[in-house]
């Protein structure tokens, strides 16, 4: 499932639920796609206010998920209840309108459009609402949160039986076409993904053809979704496309470790994604200064320290401190031996299914690196 962002890529951080339901709208159906934090002018006034989530898939059509810190506590009495209900419902309104008002403005007939309210961390019963504004079916819990798609289709069909609904009212809300649904996916993503910087375009000479620019696009929403060994010769294009996938990963709210064997590289990483590593979404580090700096070690970069002794140096860091990252992308790592696969993947929040890039030189061999191996060949 393809996840979009805006720039800077973030998810909305005054929002103490919204990690949560981002991490549960991950889970959805391959077909959907799912922006975060997209901006939509506002009809009152100049600007953009951002929806939280907006979710496109074929069958539901275009469902806006707004996330909500601020909320009533389990003490809270009915009338308190029922004033958040209808402040909510009254921001939901609102904003379905906007994006109506800006789908109709580009040309594009509209889909239909579902508004939902994600109040996880809100305990209500099965069934329960808060007032005529937001009945049960319009709000997704921390329970409907666990299978998202369900609760979405939910939703979309007004609390019916999602099969029945499909019969009787498939004329209102049929499928979306392929055409209409890439169309909107055009219009949504040219709003959110930023185009390189020049002089990032410029540091990478294949990247100058606006022909490999789109491929690397491409490869970088494939290559973003799982983890992958891409082999490519120098010049090819795989730092850009590193960093590519870095903005990605970084705008589904994943902290992003890029790793390259040297500091050059990993210099040009961090000034590249300056903006991501100031906001602490991203850290662009050598594999042996890595275990230096989680270690607090000052010794001078390099000193003493090389293969295998480098991975144990790491592997130590990793035992001793907390520091953890959602995404890794390795640089130069044919020159990784088994002994590193250990401690790369143990900075991993989960080790097992945090995405993972490989970039290789093919002239130095295969690395221990797990992923589905690629070969980039972009001459």
Known sequence: MPILHPDPPRIPTHLGSARA???????????????????????DGPGERDLDFLVLHPELGLVIVQAEADQPGPEADAEAAAALGAALGAGLTRTQYRLLNFLKQAGLPAPPITRVQALPALPLKPGQALGPELPAWRILTRDKLRQPFPALREAVSGGRPWASWRA?????????????????????????????????????????????????????????????????????????????????????????????????????AGAALEELVRNGQAVASTYPDLGRELLEDRRTPGQDLAGAEQAATLGRAVAACRTRWDALVLDDAQELGP??????????????????????????GASAMPGQPWRLDLE
């Not at 185009?195 to 990247?207: H, K, M, R, S, V």
Request: hydrophobic share 45%.
């Open 168 to 268: 009787l009212d498939r004329a209102a809300h049929g499928d979306l076409a392929p055409e209409p649904f890439q169309a909107l996916v055009a219009l949504l993503a040219s709003r959110l993904l930023p185009q390189p910087a020049p002089a990032e375009l410029a540091a990478e000479g294949g990247a100058r053809d606006p022909g490999t620019g789109r491929l690397l696009d491409h490869l970088a929403h494939n290559f973003s979704q799982g983890r992958y060994r891409v082999q490519g010769a120098p010049g090819s294009g795989k730092s850009l496309l590193g960093r590519k996938v870095a903005r990605l990963w970084a705008a589904e709210g994943r902290s992003v470790l890029l790793l390259a064997s040297e500091r050059s590289r990993a210099d040009a």
């Open 339 to 364: 002994e590193w696969a250990g401690p790369l993947l143990g900075l991993l929040r989960d080790p097992q299914r945090d995405p993972v890039l490989v970039l290789e030189d093919p002239a130095g």
């Open 21 to 43: 339901v981002l991490a549960s709208l991950r889970g959805l159906p391959p077909e959907a796609h799912l922006f975060v934090r997209l901006g939509i002018p506002d009809g």
